[in-house]
């Protein structure tokens, strides 16, 4: 069965520092895809990542990295420099494909209550 | 490009009561979910539809909700009657057929409220 582990279910940090949100999972399919979701209180989820699960390579996005390892199951999203405005629920999410070729049901975590203090 | 579009924002029912939901999702895309995300929980599937047919429905409370995509474009989900435990919000998504390159799109939900 699909199933997604956060942990931390709320982290404070202070502007400036970096934070970083841990994801666990776990699945039984060889391909599969993996997202982090923020939301902030207007409630509107909001996508920020994708990674597919034959592609390990750890990449920079502006102020956002992850770091996937398939060995570990784990995909974990790190904020540099965090500010007051990243202040939400980040959520992780899992998904397998339908049919060969249509994004499946997302599996969330229970998402993690990022506050930036200013 | 507009994003989905949801509708009403906030709803607030006595329980046995019936309730609807409407989606629209983005203009192309094919396939559209609707997810009930409880409060301090993850969003969990209730149906995934693809055009006008149901691709999953494992997840939806069949005996009292119900939804549909006549045309393979808006949606509508339905509850009826309702309970105590229906309170939630409801987010409905819709995401590109045909490519696993894509992401699922949000819309900013409804919250419902069963009193």
């Known amino acids: 069965a699909q199933k997604v582990t956060q942990a931390q279910t709320e982290i404070s940090v202070v502007e400036k520092e970096d934070v970083t949100l841990d994801c666990v999972y776990e699945t039984r399919d060889t391909t599969y895809y993996l997202f982090w979701y923020k939301q902030p209180p207007s409630g509107e989820l909001v996508f920020l990542i994708r990674r597919n699960s034959f592609d390990e390579q750890n990449e920079i996005s502006g102020r956002y990295s992850w770091n996937f390892q398939k060995s570990t199951s784990s995909f974990n999203f790190t904020i540099t420099a965090s500010q007051v405005v990243d202040s939400a629920v980040y959520f992780c999410a899992l998904s397998e494909a339908n049919r060969g070729s249509t994004l499946g049901r997302l599996y969330f975590g229970r998402g993690t209550q990022l506050t930036v203090w200013p | 490009e507009a994003g989905v579009a949801q509708s009403p924002r906030y709803k607030i029912i006595e329980k046995r009561q019936s309730v609807a939901f409407w989606c629209n999702p983005i203009?192309?895309?094919?396939?559209l979910y609707w997810y009930q995300q409880i409060l301090g929980q993850g969003p969990k599937l209730l149906i995934q539809f693809q055009n006008n047919g149901v691709v999953d429905d494992s997840q939806l409370p069949k005996d009292r909700f119900s939804a549909e995509r006549l045309k393979g474009v808006d949606s509508t989900l339905k509850i009826q009657p309702a309970k105590l435990e229906d309170s939630a919000v409801y987010l409905c998504?819709?995401?590109?057929?045909?490519?696993?390159?894509?992401?699922?799109?949000f819309g900013q939900g409804t919250r419902l409220t069963v009193v």
């Open positions: 203009s192309g895309h094919a396939t």
């Open positions: 998504a819709s995401s590109l057929e045909g490519t696993l390159n894509t992401e699922a799109f």
